[in-house]
Every structure is written in C-alpha cells, then in structure tokens.
C-alpha cells in the first residue's frame, strides 16, 4: 500500500508537536501513513493548498498565520465559515474541503479538565485573535450567557462582537481586573505567558473562587497563568490539551480512524515538550 501523508503548514511551524501526535495514533491503530512539518511562508500558501496532493499529501492542518487564507482557497463547511477560519483541510474526491477543529479541541479539553465548567454564566477571554474566534463560537454554542472580551486593540473585540452578536462584550484591556470578579471562566488566547514572550500582567486573587482558567500557550506547558491559578486552589485547562483534542477530528478524516486522547498520549508530548523547553 501507498504510504498516505497529511502535514502541518505554518510560519513559523518547526515547534510544532502534531507530528508526535499523529505518529503514535498512527503506530498504535497500525495504519501505514506520515505526517510532516511544512514551513510555508505567505506569499506561498496559496500554491502549496492548491497543489496539495501533487505535494504528496492527503490533506493537512494549518496554523499561524494562514488559517484565514485557508478559507478562502478550499470549500470550508459551516462550521469554519462560522469560526471565519480553517485548520484541517483534507480531500473529498478532487475537492479540497476545510473544517475547523479548534473548537472542539478547545471545549472538548475544557470538559475533560474541568467538568461542569458550562454552569458559569460569564465568561472573559483575552485576545481577538484566530483562536479567539474558535473559543468564543465555542463558548457561545455552549449557551455561556456573556463574554466579556479583551483585546489591546478593542476594534478587533468589536469586530467579534459584529460577528457573533451581543453576548460578546468588548472591553477594553484597562478594564480586565475590574471584570475578572463576575467571570467564572478566564481565558488566553494571546501570546503572552509563551516562552520568549511577557507574562500575562493578571492578578488572579479578584476572580471567583470556583472560577477555571485555560490557557491556550503550550509552550512551556505551565504558563505563569496556570501556575497562578493552581496556587490558587482554581481549576485549570491547558493549551497541551486543546492541541491533542483539536488534532482527533483531522487524523480521521485523513486516516478513516478515530482515535483518541490517552493518558500515555498526553505523557509522551509532555516528556517531549519538557525535554525542549
Ligand atoms: O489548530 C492547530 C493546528 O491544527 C496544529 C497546531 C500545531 O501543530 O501547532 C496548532 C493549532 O493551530
């Protein structure tokens, strides 16, 4: 049989730890495929999608800072259209298809680490952002009531507030610690708490004391927000787990296999992660 591929394309992309994820599915359902890592930078994504196959490859995720193009040069379903992004693409006969699996991967992960989290009728999540996006259409078809949102440019949290409606609530980034006590949910999508970036400025001690906190940042695994909540006694959802959740859904569409996020799984991405930080 011919060995099938899918990869990740991104810019950067060599941080990546898909590649560790899909091999062990792969190695451990026995199926004969690869996954790769594609550093592609802008101005040549659009030829990448386009000759995908020709590429060798049947079908791929996309991250920073293409998954909007994504949308635009493949046939996206309802969902990512929704998101306004894509980030697994995979081929439906001679058609490109796209879907967005963040989503599932960011609530998919909130429900595995901290169960009954949905009873929180506020939430706050910083950041406007291509992963913001993904939380907020999350958190919102969840039925969460309200959604305040922070981002140091408010144009760009209003301009999620236009797409999704007035449950979103822009605010502005001077206004977090006034909000942070009615929010039972607190969320990162920035960049901030990432190896090689500042700290989230937060003080945690005003939120609730049921409250959960995720983080998207997985590099390092525990960012000073997490490590904050934790010492706080609050419960917490790490940016490790949305990456393995979000991964499931692409692995079967290219695949034709669902396979799921283990204990051993989580381990053998953590070690590695722990290895290179
Ligand atoms: O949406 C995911 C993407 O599918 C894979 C990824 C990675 O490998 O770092 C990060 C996220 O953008």
């Known amino acids: 049989a011919t060995k099938r591929a899918a990869c990740l394309i991104g810019w950067p992309a060599a941080h990546s730890r898909s590649p560790l994820i899909h091999h062990y599915w792969l190695r451990q359902l026995g199926i004969e495929g690869g996954y790769s890592i594609e550093a592609v930078p802008p101005e040549g994504f659009a030829e990448f999608v386009l000759h995908l196959k020709s590429h060798g490859y049947i079908g791929a995720n996309v991250t920073i800072p293409h998954k909007e193009r994504a949308l635009q040069l493949t046939e996206p379903d309802a969902r990512a259209r929704a998101v306004g992004a894509a980030n697994t693409l995979y081929y439906d006969g001679e058609v490109l298809r796209s879907t967005n699996t963040d989503v599932e991967g960011f609530i998919g992960n909130l429900d595995a680490s901290a169960p009954g989290w949905d009873r929180t009728a506020h939430a706050l999540v910083l950041g406007a952002g291509g992963s ?3 939380v907020v259409f999350g958190l919102l078809e969840r039925g969460i009531g309200r959604i305040a949102l922070a981002n140091r440019s408010i144009e760009r949290a209003q301009a999620l507030r236009d797409l999704f409606g007035d449950r979103v609530v ?10 942070l006590p009615g929010a039972g949910l607190l969320v990162n999508t ?62 079967d569409l290219w695949f034709g296999a669902r396979p799921h996020v283990t204990a051993e799984l989580r381990a053998l991405v953590e070690a590695d992660l722990l290895g290179h930080t």
């Open 190 to 251: 920035t960049s901030l708490g990432m190896k090689g970036q500042p700290p989230l400025p937060i003080d945690l001690s005003a939120l609730p004391a049921d409250a959960v906190v995720a983080d998207l940042v997985y590099v390092p695994l525990e960012t000073d927000l997490l490590a904050a909540a934790k010492a706080r006694g609050l419960r917490t959802a790490d940016g490790l787990g949305m990456l393995l959740h979000q991964a499931v859904r692409g692995f």
């Open 132 to 134: 913001s996006r993904a």
């Open 170 to 179: 822009p605010i502005a980034w001077s206004d977090i610690p006034a909000a």
